[in-house]
Each structure stands twice: as C-alpha cells, then as structure tokens.
C-alpha cells in the first residue's frame, strides 16, 4: 500500500493542479525555476521574472528535491479560475528559520482575484480570496475575509498540509490533527493561485516563505475524507514525513 500511494499520480483523482518535485525537473541543485509542470497537464506554475524565480533544490525534504523560495521576493503563480466555495489543497512545505523571512505570516499557497488591490484586499481581507496555509510563531493558520479560520501547532519541520473549504467552514489537518472553522458562504472569486508570498510585495509585509515547497495539489471540489486522507499519506510516503 505505500508504494503505490507514494506514486499516486493526483491527476487520477480529478486534481485541477498537482506540482510534484520529484517530478518535471532535470536540472542541477540551485537551477533558477521558471515553470514548475503540473502533473495532470495544464495549470502549470510560472514565473517569468529572474529575480522572482526560487530555485531547484536537491536533498531539500528528507533526501527528497523541492523547490526553495528565499523570504524576500520568490512566488510563483497559476493562473486559474476559482468561483465556488468547493476547493481541496493538500501541501508538502517547509520553513526553515523562525527568523529567516521578511513576514512572520509565510506563505505556502493562496488564491485571489488580481482585479482586486492586492495592497488593500489581496487575499485576506475579501471573500473572493483565500490564505491557504501560512506559517506563524509556532503555528499553521488559515485566514479569510479578514479573520483567522482556524490555527493548528506546528514547529519548523517537514509537513504534510491538507485543508479543504466546503460552504462555510474550513477543515485543515496537519501531522494526524485537524480542525475546523468557519467562514463566509459568499463563493470564492479567484483567478490566480499563488506560491511562496502573498499579492502584494515589500520588505515586512510580503508573506514571503523562506523555505521548500516539494507538493501541492488543488482540486475545485470537496475531496471526501477517505481520498482526502489517502493523498495525504502518499505525500508524506513520498517525502518520508510521517502522517497518520
């Protein structure tokens, strides 16, 4: 059973997106990323900037590759229609200094509508948008519409997130816990996934992670708990993370 969940391909499971590190890439340790090529075929990640490129890492999780975004100004971004309250993200993502990012409030992923001022809105203070997972002192959050969702412990370590919106509540699960809180029933109005920081830039204020993505998923549905957890444990086989 783990080895055929350690290759389960998302794509199979309806994934909207599915970035894999461990896949798409045949480039050297500290290779600047401009795509990152999603696993079902389409919605791939980009990011045409050098300067907002991260970079590929080897040996980044457990032995595993990821992709290290720097705490300043990486961020890649897919752009992508999201207008329902039905969305499923699981995550494998890795901060790895409580000092090391220009935000305290780092960013793996978030979704938000760019027509929106990314300074005043962006992806936290509107219902149309939504702050995935972010790390915090000593926490994993989850934020929209401008009030936290839900808050889940969390040391600086390899982890496997999952966090599903379904109507007006959120359900994220972190290292065999989960949680749920609730918020807005007016449907999510995205048109663009983002990875690593938030819309808006600037030293303090920009979200940025300092750390890895090696896994992230998207589905526009609400997963069931079984699949869900079945995911979720084929991300942490893959990156040797345990996860109940």
């Known amino acids: 059973m783990r080895a055929r969940q350690r290759h389960?391909?998302?794509k199979a499971a309806g994934a909207h997106t599915a970035l894999d590190s461990r896949f798409e890439f045949s480039v050297a340790t500290g290779t600047a990323i401009s795509s990152?090529?999603?696993?079902?075929?389409?919605?791939?990640a980009s990011q045409a900037t050098g300067g907002n490129q991260p970079l590929y890492t080897t040996n980044a999780i457990n032995g595993q590759p990821a992709i290290l975004f720097d705490?300043?100004?990486?961020?890649?971004t897919i752009s992508s229609t999201i207008t329902s309250n039905a969305?499923?993200?699981i995550a494998v993502g890795h901060k790895t200094a409580v000092g090391g990012s220009t935000a305290s409030a780092s960013r793996i992923t978030s979704i938000w509508n760019t027509a929106n001022n990314a300074q005043t809105v962006g992806d936290f203070s509107g219902t149309s948008g939504w702050v995935v997972f972010y790390y915090f002192p000593s926490q994993w959050r989850s934020y929209r519409n401008g009030a936290e969702i839900l808050?889940?412990?969390l040391g600086y370590v390899p982890t496997v997130f999952g966090a599903v919106l379904d109507g007006a509540?959120?359900?994220?699960?972190l290292a065999g816990t989960s949680a749920t809180g609730t918020t807005s029933a007016t449907a999510v109005n995205a048109n663009e996934i983002r990875l690593g920081s938030a819309p808006y830039t600037g030293s303090g204020s920009s979200g940025a992670l300092n750390g890895y993505i090696g896994y992230?998923?998207?589905?526009?549905?609400?997963?069931?708990?079984?699949?869900r957890?079945?995911?979720?444990?084929?991300?942490?086989?893959s990156f040797k993370i345990a996860c109940s």
Not at 38 to 44: A, I, K, P
Request: aromatic share 10%.
């Open 8 to 10: 389960l391909n998302p």
């Open 36 to 44: 990152w090529v999603s696993r079902t075929g389409s919605n791939n």
């Open 71 to 76: 705490g300043s100004n990486d961020f890649m």
């Open 87 to 89: 969305v499923s993200v």
């Open 151 to 153: 808050a889940l412990t």
């Open 169 to 173: 509540s959120v359900t994220g699960s």
């Open 216 to 227: 992230l998923v998207y589905f526009l549905s609400v997963l069931t708990v079984p699949m």
């Open 229 to 237: 957890r079945r995911l979720e444990r084929g991300a942490g086989y």
